[in-house]
Every structure is written in structure tokens, then in C-alpha cells.
């Protein structure tokens, strides 16, 4: 995927069906709708995925981002919800103990219901975007830039691109990802979905969506200070268990997580459901979801040639009710 130094490009956050925001975000950072296809003269739009599920507006948003890429005004990478939607479709290989790669159960149904209901009139543009995910990048690398949804986990992601050329997977790829453990389950599960872990003698917890988690979400990125405790090491808006927050971390534990080193080109994800005034990480990382579909913040981060992060480049719109 080529990647033009000499353009500027507006990286967008979690969209989850929330078209509305979406235009007002796009028309915020000078783009125009002409011919049906929103675009910019001088920028191009960068998504970091998970489109669909949860909103209101999920068929709309699909079209506003599929004619924005196919018109060569936006680059869209692929979500943990676009691959929800792809494993949910797509049979486990042969003699594996599930029918498919997402098991049909009552809580993924859950996950998966508004886009459901979404496309229960359309099936025949359902299975078309179902195709149009299974080509969409996992990761793009920029040189002096890089996006990927959760998680850059460089050794994977050098195992995808000596695989495949590039971020760009097939479906058997897709395929082979039932089976835990394998290299195509991890690349999923940790470019996808972050690193995500037990939380300790088997406790659960409940996020933001009311579903129960026995894992969190932790943080990847190189601290001047590392963490010392669970809730330190947590990267989620949901808090932890009181009980957990405090405990001090294994010794060497954290050091053992870390996948984006301060020297590390910049990198842009979404995923993990911030919340607050958006704003940096690190001068080299931004999560750009802001759970506008729990009425947040839609983000764009106006990215040029700079090589750290500047505060007054974050733009976004209010999703309220």
C-alpha cells in the first residue's frame, strides 16, 4: 500500500456505526461530498477500523468509508470487529471441534446483532462487504508513520509481511485463525486486540458494554516509569477490581510486554475505548478512540510530516445523544 510523504492525512478513530458524527468530522476537517464520495483536496483519511456493530448508523457508515477508499481518498485497516464479522462467516477447518472461526454463541451473537439487523433486508450487500473486509490491511507501515488497530507487535507483523508482502491477508488465512495458538490466531488476537490478560485467580469484571471479562487490556508501550501494579499496567476505562488494582506486578513482567519503544516511528490505534479531552500517549503514540458510540468523541488525529505528536492536532466531534 503506497503511502504518499508528501500528503497529509487525517487519522480517524472507532467508528461503530455512527455516520452522523462521522460527516460532521469530515466536513469539520475540510472535506466535501462531491459525486457521493466525501474527499479533500490536498488530504486523504486513514481509518483504523472497527466500523461496524454496536450503532445505529452501520450500513451508512460502511458506504461513507468503502467509496471514500475506493475513490483513493481514504486507506481503511481492518478492525477486531471487521474480523469478528469475517470468523462469524467463515467454516473452521476439518476436524476442528467448532463449525466456525467465531463460535455462534449467545454472547458473539450479542456482539454481532445490530449489524445483523443492520443487513437482515440486504444479504446480498452483506456477503459483498464481507468480501471487501477480507481485503483490508491489517497494519500499514508508513516509514515515519504506522497504523494498526491494537496492538504493533513487530515480530508478527514481520511474519505477515514475509508471508503476504504486506499487511493484506486471504481467507485462508482467515481460516487457519480457529485453531488457538497458531500464528494466524495470534496475529489476530494481538494486532487486533492488544495484549490481553488474566486478570489473576480467575476474577471477572465488567466493562463499559455490561459483558463480564476474566481478561484487561494492558499497555504495550515503553513508560519512562515502568508500571508496578495491575491497575498501573491496565489500559481500559473500566477500572479493576479492588482487590487486584493494588497488587504489585512480577518482577520483569511488564518489560516482557513492551512491543513500541519511545525511538519507534509514530504510531496511531484505536481499540480501547478512551475517554477525557483526546490527547497523546507518548509523543509517538495516540489512541484515537474516544467510544464516540457510547456517546464520546469521534477523533481524527491531522497528521503532516512531523515526527512527534502535537497536541493541537487532535480534532474530533461530540456524539451525545
Same mark, same amino acid.
Given at each position: 500500500?503506497?503511502?504518499?510523504?508528501?500528503?497529509?492525512?487525517?487519522?480517524?478513530?472507532?467508528?461503530?456505526?455512527?455516520?452522523?458524527?462521522?460527516?460532521?468530522?469530515?466536513?469539520?476537517?475540510?472535506?466535501?461530498?462531491?459525486?457521493?464520495?466525501?474527499?479533500?483536496?490536498?488530504?486523504?483519511?486513514?481509518?483504523?477500523?472497527?466500523?461496524?456493530?454496536?450503532?445505529?448508523?452501520?450500513?451508512?457508515?460502511?458506504?461513507?468509508?468503502?467509496?471514500?477508499?475506493?475513490?483513493?481518498?481514504?486507506?481503511?485497516?481492518?478492525?477486531?470487529?471487521?474480523?469478528?464479522?469475517?470468523?462469524?462467516?467463515?467454516?473452521?477447518?476439518?476436524?476442528?471441534?467448532?463449525?466456525?472461526?467465531?463460535?455462534?454463541?449467545?454472547?458473539?451473537?450479542?456482539?454481532?446483532?445490530?449489524?445483523?439487523?443492520?443487513?437482515?433486508?440486504?444479504?446480498?450487500?452483506?456477503?459483498?462487504?464481507?468480501?471487501?473486509?477480507?481485503?483490508?490491511?491489517?497494519?500499514?507501515?508508513?516509514?515515519?508513520?504506522?497504523?494498526?488497530?491494537?496492538?504493533?507487535?513487530?515480530?508478527?507483523?514481520?511474519?505477515?509481511?514475509?508471508?503476504?508482502?504486506?499487511?493484506?491477508?486471504?481467507?485462508?488465512?482467515?481460516?487457519?485463525?480457529?485453531?488457538?495458538?497458531?500464528?494466524?490466531?495470534?496475529?489476530?488476537?494481538?494486532?487486533?486486540?492488544?495484549?490481553?490478560?488474566?486478570?489473576?485467580?480467575?476474577?471477572?469484571?465488567?466493562?463499559?458494554?455490561? =459483558? *463480564?471479562?476474566?481478561? &484487561?487490556? +494492558?499497555?504495550?508501550?515503553?513508560?519512562?516509569? @515502568?508500571? $508496578?501494579?495491575?491497575? %498501573? #499496567?491496565?489500559?481500559?476505562?473500566?477500572?479493576?477490581?479492588?482487590?487486584?488494582?493494588?497488587?504489585?506486578?512480577?518482577?520483569?513482567?511488564?518489560?516482557?510486554?513492551?512491543?513500541?519503544?519511545?525511538?519507534?516511528?509514530?504510531?496511531?490505534?484505536?481499540?480501547?475505548?478512551?475517554?477525557?479531552?483526546?490527547?497523546?500517549?507518548?509523543?509517538? =503514540? *495516540?489512541?484515537?478512540? &474516544?467510544? +464516540?458510540?457510547?456517546?464520546?468523541?469521534?477523533? @481524527?488525529? $491531522?497528521?503532516?510530516? %512531523? #515526527?512527534?505528536?502535537?497536541?493541537?492536532?487532535?480534532?474530533?466531534?461530540?456524539?451525545?445523544?
Amino acid at each position: 500500500m503506497q503511502i504518499d510523504p508528501q500528503r497529509g492525512y487525517d487519522i480517524i478513530g472507532d467508528i461503530h456505526g455512527c455516520a452522523d458524527a462521522l460527516e460532521r468530522l469530515l466536513a469539520g476537517l475540510g472535506y466535501r461530498k462531491l459525486g457521493g464520495v466525501w474527499q479533500h483536496g490536498r488530504r486523504m483519511a486513514i481509518f483504523l477500523g472497527d466500523i461496524i456493530d454496536r450503532g445505529p448508523q452501520i450500513r451508512e457508515s460502511l458506504e461513507i468509508v468503502r467509496l471514500m477508499v475506493e475513490g483513493g481518498h481514504a486507506h481503511c485497516i481492518m478492525g477486531n470487529h471487521e474480523y469478528y464479522a469475517l470468523a462469524w462467516h467463515t467454516a473452521a477447518p476439518a476436524g476442528s471441534k467448532q463449525t466456525f472461526v467465531r463460535e455462534h454463541s449467545r454472547r458473539h451473537a450479542g456482539i454481532w446483532q445490530a449489524t445483523a439487523q443492520a443487513f437482515a433486508n440486504h444479504p446480498y450487500e452483506w456477503q459483498d462487504y464481507l468480501d471487501w473486509f477480507a481485503g483490508l490491511p491489517l497494519f500499514i507501515d508508513g516509514s515515519s508513520f504506522r497504523v494498526v488497530h491494537a496492538c504493533w507487535d513487530k515480530q508478527l507483523i514481520e511474519g505477515v509481511v514475509a508471508r503476504f508482502g504486506g499487511g493484506q491477508i486471504d481467507r485462508a488465512f482467515i481460516q487457519a485463525s480457529a485453531e488457538q495458538g497458531s500464528f494466524a490466531h495470534q496475529v489476530f488476537n494481538r494486532l487486533l486486540r492488544g495484549i490481553n490478560l488474566p486478570l489473576p485467580g480467575g476474577q471477572k469484571m465488567f466493562g463499559q458494554d455490561g =459483558l *463480564a471479562r476474566r481478561t &484487561y487490556r +494492558a499497555r504495550f508501550w515503553q513508560e519512562d516509569q @515502568a508500571p $508496578r501494579t495491575y491497575a %498501573e #499496567l491496565a489500559f481500559q476505562p473500566d477500572p479493576m477490581p479492588d482487590n487486584i488494582a493494588g497488587q504489585r506486578l512480577p518482577k520483569g513482567f511488564y518489560q516482557q510486554l513492551v512491543q513500541h519503544q519511545v525511538a519507534d516511528p509514530l504510531l496511531f490505534v484505536g481499540h480501547y475505548w478512551r475517554d477525557g479531552e483526546p490527547a497523546m500517549i507518548r509523543p509517538n =503514540l *495516540a489512541c484515537l478512540d &474516544y467510544s +464516540a458510540v457510547n456517546g464520546g468523541r469521534l477523533v @481524527a488525529y $491531522r497528521l503532516d510530516d %512531523e #515526527l512527534s505528536l502535537q497536541a493541537e492536532k487532535f480534532v474530533w466531534v461530540e456524539n451525545r445523544a
